[in-house]
């Protein structure tokens, strides 16, 4: 079955960039889009965009001016990169597959297991 | 954008108790909602896609319904294992509810 598997740096300076990677494997990138949620300690999720294997993106409003998503077919992977973090990005990180498609949606199926990152000096 | 309230934010049951938990969207979402189960430490998981369509492998205790601004999460008879928080998430703006916690009365 389909797995997600998250990585980057559990520690990021404020002022600088998140970078995550989200590695799909036992199944295709292809026709999904993939998310990222993310969720603040105690706190509700949060959607942060999604990109599909072509490079398509969709991004939550409140974040698009610092957000970038990027996809890598050839080695079945999707990056997240988040610039000028303050400490209010510190949160737990998901990558999802996202059941999207032209005339339909029916959710996020798959997800990863979630990785922490602090924003902090 | 569309706002997704839910009620309550907290709701004490007893296993074998009928649950329903409401989502309501600030404007029409149709039927483009999902609904989420997350336990503690976990990632999400999906228990309904497009208001009342139940997810492969998901008990049948669990049900949705509604549609326009009000939807509803209906648990049948609550199992041990229902205990979690729960969210609603409309697919426009992929904005999630607030989250409701099912708690152990």
């Known amino acids: 079955q389909v797995q997600l598997q998250e990585s980057g740096p559990g520690l990021v300076k404020p002022s600088e960039t998140l970078s995550l990677t989200c590695t799909v494997s036992?199944?295709?990138?292809?026709?999904?889009?993939w998310s990222w949620i993310r969720q603040p300690a105690g706190k509700g999720l949060e959607w942060i965009g999604h990109i599909n294997n072509r490079g398509s993106t969709n991004y939550n409003a409140s974040l698009k001016s610092r957000v970038t998503m990027s996809v890598d077919t050839s080695k079945s992977q999707f990056s997240l990169s988040l610039r000028s973090v303050t400490a209010a990005d510190t949160a737990v990180y998901y990558c999802?597959?996202?059941?999207?498609?032209?005339?339909?949606?029916?959710?996020?199926?798959?997800w990863g297991q979630g990785t922490t990152v602090t924003v902090s000096s | 954008d569309i706002q997704m309230t839910q009620s309550p934010s907290t709701l004490s049951a007893s296993v074998g108790d009928r649950v329903t938990i409401t989502c309501r969207a600030s404007q029409s979402v149709s039927t483009w909602l999902a609904w989420y189960q997350q336990k503690p430490g976990k990632a999400p998981k999906l228990l309904i896609y497009?208001?009342?369509s139940l997810e492969t492998g998901v008990p049948s205790r669990f049900s949705g319904s509604g549609s326009g601004t009000e939807f509803t999460l209906t648990i049948s008879s609550l199992q041990p294992d229902d205990f979690a928080t729960y969210y609603c998430q409309h697919y426009n703006s992929y904005s999630f509810g607030q989250g409701t916690k099912l708690e152990i009365k």
């Open positions: 999802a597959r996202d059941r999207l498609g032209l005339n339909y949606n029916y959710g996020m199926d798959v």
């Open positions: 036992g199944g295709s990138i292809s026709s999904y889009y």
């Open positions: 497009k208001a009342s």
